[in-house]
């Protein structure tokens, strides 16, 4: 466990820097006889600095440093190899009375192993999956929910945010104990005839619960974009001789660039750092790149917390470069969205 | 103006309230979630004046983190063994003064120096127990004597195993004839082995789920700590629980005082007062773990001492080990070989 801890001097700086803080404030509002409109984004930027840009730093500090504090790339060579660490830890004369005694690294299980890398890969994929799935489910969704004949429309709004309201580990809590061997759908399922499945503790469960908890965040911004189109313009593509589809393919598709591009992000991004909900209906067998992160930092072993943000900052670098990707088709931010 | 001034008069109130609040006798316990029968705290206020704070912790990893970066937060703190040698390693617990914990003469001998604090210098143990196996008698015929069963493929998909590195590891160093604490690279390597040839029948690796899962029949058989058995036997009265012959973790959770502790007298007074036996007894019928407590044991009578799981025979507990922490460079091993454990498709 890495050693960071406030010192006692450091709340003497806090209450000093607060009193500075009130001092500045005095004088600020003293000088330009009242607020002027910049002062009030004054605490948002306090908030990032504080929650965003330190721990930022941090994580980069962490990630380039040993436990002592000394500069290293062992992290990221971890990161390649995850038995880096682990060669290095052992006692190199203990290693080679192994060696000589006919042993290989394979043997003692400390050979190059790409176990960090998988499962970013694997993690990647699921993601993308999920972020697919919830794109063709989700679209269909928005685009009844905006019509305007609908009458029932708003209700399924309603009924969509209502989950919502509850936290999303109690759901998938929920959700574990309907998929479980003994739950209430394979007590169905029996019933109906077809029979026990097993629909916990693997992967499609995982997904399926990724999908179930990100679905809103992909319907949500393209029903927004949809619900505020003018639908004139349907209207008049209608007049002007084109059929349903050719409408919905020229005109309302292209117009809900924004909001899809919107949803695309905010379902992916959760959905590739994920950790919990693998764990609860995965039962543990299921490692996405979350899970691996959050066992780093839970660890008592000194050198794992550097591992871990080694495998945070390149998981933020791998966002951003996606985010800087999606821009692209969402230039000007229509979709309302955080790209 | 006027308002001003009340929103200034108000202001003084808050601060003529923190130094009343502040007079009081208090002491802080940072514990386990449901780890204490409250109402004890309640006659300790009645009897002594003094405040109990309370304060919960889920992971042994969590709470040292914690106490590390709040000095003076905690004053009584309920780790696990093997944290406790690591926090006297790291200067982090002040020396109890006995004197003012004279009920510690109620505690059974065994248990006293133990492997953790040699010279029983900073810890008193609050409850013990040990590792074993939770079966389903109607889905186990055989008796349940080795750890080998959780290997077999009969009960494949039916077996829960715990998502707790020590724990499971240990097992499978066990079942190979080895010590829970191995620090031998060959020896993690085997274990490490047989629990990635495990993963395949094994139906889910969990921790805090396991009771429940097991209660509600989704397994045969579970790695569980016997306080966890008691409870699930309890509520599913086909559930049984042993421990193999290979023998298994015993564990103590003790009762310590953080070197940083602003109320350790009070912290002694409340240390002293869960060692009388009565009380003691009314924790030990709360949580039903083993209890330390040699007179509460003779208080609670015949529905203690019959009781294997939460009493076991003496020869069982000497098949069992503590665990021991790890240093620093073989924990990173631990890790590694678990993470491989873990990952492994």
Known sequence: MTDFQVPSWGYWVMGVGFIVFIALLVAYIHKNRGFKRPFFASPYVLWLIVFTVLPCLLVCYFSFTDPAGNFTLDNFKNFWDSNYNARKAIDPAELDTYLSMGLTLNDLGLARNSINIDTLVFSLWMAFLCTVICLLLGYPAAHIMADRDFKLGPTLVILFIVPMWMNFLLRTIAMMSLLEDNGLINTILEWVGIGRQKLLNNTAAVQVGMIYNFLPFMVFPIYNVLNKMDYKLSEAAMDLGCDKWHTFYKVTLPLSVPGIVSGITMVFMPAVTTFYISRLLGGGKVQLFGDLIEAKFLSTSVTEWNVGSALSLLMMILILASLGLLRKADPKGEGGGIV | MKKMVSLALMMALCLALIPAHAAQEVVNVYNWYDYMDEEVFEIFEQETGIHVNKMYFTTNEDMMLQVEVSPGAYDLVFPSDYCVERMISKNMLAEINFDNVPNFVHIQDSLKNPDYDPEN??????????????YNTKLVDEPVESWGILWDEK?????FMMDSMRDTLGVALKYLGYSMNSRDLIELKAATDKLIAQKPIVKAYYVDETKDKMVAGEAALALIYSGDALYAME?????????????????????????????????EKLIDFLCRPEIAQKNCEYIWYSSPNADAIELMGEDYTENKTINPDPDVIQRCEFFHDIPDDKLTLYNNFWGQVKNAK
């Open chain 2, 235 to 267: 509520k599913n009265e086909d559930l049984d629980y042993a421990v193999p012959m290979e023998g298994s973790n015993v564990w103590i959770d003790p009762m310590v005082i953080p070197a940083t502790a602003k109320n350790k007298e009070n912290a």
């Open chain 2, 121 to 134: 210098k900073y810890s008193v143990p609050f409850m013990w127990g040990t590792v074993g196996i939770l």
């Open chain 2, 155 to 159: 009960y494949a998909d039916s077996i």
